[in-house]
C-alpha cells in the first residue's frame, strides 16, 4: 500500500491534528525518512502553518488539544513540536504539562525542537538563567500543593531548566518544585 492511502485508511480520511475532510495531503514530520509511520495525513490549512508558509493561526491550533491523544506517535510528535511553538500560549503550555510521550516518541520529538531557538529564561534582573545555576528568591512564594512558603532570601541551588521558558525547577524544603523564573535572582 502507498504511503498515503496507509495514512487515508489510518486517519479515516480526516486529518490527523484537525479532523478536516479537504485539501487531505502528506506531511511529512520533518527529520526521518519518509514512511507510514513517520508521516501523518494533513489538510492544507494544518500543513501550510507546519511549514511556516503561512503564519500560526492560534485558535486553529486548538485542535492539538484532541489530537495531541492521538495513538498514532508521528501525530504526537507533530503535536508536542507544535504545542512548543505555540508555548506562549497558556492553554498550549497545560497541554504540554499534560502530554505524556514514551521515551522513544519524547526523543523523536526533542530532535525537532533542538534545531529551533530556546527563548532564554530571565530572572528578576533580566540575566540568564542556565542549568546548574543558583538562585535565590526574591519575594514569599506560597508553594501550591506542597503546603508551605518558599521565603524570600532562601537560596535554591543547582536549578534545571522546564519546556516553559518562564519556570525552572528547583529542590526547596526537600521537595522539587516549579519555581517561576521572575521571582528569583541568580546568585
Ligand atoms: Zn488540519
Request: glycine share 4%; hydrophobic share 35%.
Amino acid at each position: 500500500m502507498s504511503i498515503l492511502a496507509t495514512l487515508t485508511e489510518r486517519s479515516n480520511n480526516q486529518c490527523e491534528l484537525c479532523q478536516a475532510t479537504e485539501q487531505l495531503d502528506i506531511y511529512e514530520v520533518p527529520l526521518v525518512e519518509a514512511s507510514a509511520d513517520k508521516c501523518i495525513l494533513a489538510c492544507q490549512t494544518c500543513r501550510e502553518q507546519l511549514t511556516g508558509e503561512i503564519e500560526n493561526d492560534v485558535n486553529h491550533w486548538r485542535c492539538l488539544s484532541d489530537s495531541m491523544w492521538s495513538a498514532v506517535p508521528a501525530v504526537q510528535v507533530t503535536a508536542y513540536r507544535q504545542l512548543h511553538k505555540l508555548s506562549s500560549e497558556t492553554w498550549a503550555q497545560d497541554n504540554l504539562d499534560m502530554l505524556y510521550l514514551e521515551d522513544d516518541v519524547k526523543a523523536w520529538a526533542d530532535e525537532g525542537l533542538e534545531t529551533e531557538e530556546r527563548v532564554p529564561t530571565l530572572d528578576s534582573n533580566g540575566t540568564e538563567l542556565k542549568a546548574g545555576d543558583n538562585v535565590t528568591i526574591t519575594k514569599d512564594l506560597q508553594v501550591k500543593g506542597a503546603g508551605f512558603t518558599a521565603k524570600r532570601g532562601t537560596a535554591v541551588r543547582n536549578i534545571s531548566l522546564t519546556d516553559n521558558p518562564e519556570h525552572i525547577e528547583g529542590r526547596v524544603n526537600g521537595t522539587r518544585i516549579v519555581l517561576v523564573s521572575a521571582y528569583l535572582k541568580k546568585m
